[in-house]
Every structure is written in structure tokens, then in C-alpha cells.
């Protein structure tokens, strides 16, 4: 089983920065999909940011200009650089990855267990 750890997450004052890094462990897999999703109290989880394994990535209108995913593949690591935060970015984040396990057709998901960030004055 592929598993996530995230790191990264705290408190910032409203247009600070802050990165989450989310690591794969494991072997046998192969990852094509990473991204981040949040889930803030009394609303629904939104999918923030993907990346593709070839670097293909896409953003929520909502933090587009703001944040940036990346990854290091030889690491199986994905990280969220977030820029100019706002209170409304206040929420839990969420890494995931697909993958594909060694001689199998399967793709599974895994998650993190998540990282708080809060953006207040």
C-alpha cells in the first residue's frame, strides 16, 4: 500500500506564503496523477491542483495566480507553493496520488492525512 505524508501546513497572515510537501512511500508503483484537494468547515472538498507525471498541471479558478504544484518524480513527492493566501484559503489539505502497482492493471488512490492551514490576521 502506497502511503502519503504531508508537512507544510500552519498559520500565515493573509498575502503570506506557505508550502505543503506530500511524500509517497512504498515501492512496487508507479504514479501518474498527484494533487491537492481542501475541505474547509461548511463547505464542499475542492479539487485545488493536479499535476500529471509528465508535468501537465491544472488549477482551481479560485487560486489560479496564487498557487503552484509541482513534483519531483524521483522522489514521488508533490508539493503546493501558495502565494498571496487569503482567509478564504483557510481549509484542510488533502494530497493524493494515483498509481498503477507493478504487473497490474489497477489504478488505485491514496491520500494524506492531511495538513491545516489557517490564514488569519
Known amino acids: 500500500q502506497v502511503q502519503l505524508v504531508e508537512s507544510g501546513g500552519g498559520l500565515v497572515q493573509p498575502g503570506g506564503s506557505l508550502r505543503l510537501s506530500c511524500a509517497a512511500s512504498?515501492?512496487?508503483?508507479?504514479?501518474?496523477?498527484m494533487g491537492w484537494y481542501r475541505q474547509a468547515p461548511g463547505k464542499q472538498r475542492e479539487l485545488v491542483a493536479t499535476i500529471t507525471s509528465g508535468g501537465s498541471t491544472d488549477y482551481a479558478d479560485s487560486v489560479k495566480g496564487r498557487f503552484t504544484i509541482s513534483r519531483d518524480n524521483a522522489k514521488n513527492t508533490v508539493y503546493l507553493q501558495m502565494n498571496s493566501l487569503k482567509p478564504e484559503d483557510t481549509a484542510v489539505y488533502y494530497c493524493?496520488?494515483?498509481?498503477?502497482?507493478?504487473?497490474?492493471?489497477?489504478?488505485?488512490?491514496?491520500w494524506g492525512q492531511g495538513a491545516q492551514v489557517t490564514v488569519s490576521s
Open positions: 493524493f496520488a494515483n498509481y498503477r502497482r507493478y504487473y497490474s492493471d489497477s489504478v488505485v488512490g491514496s
Open positions: 512504498g515501492s512496487g508503483f508507479s504514479i501518474s496523477t
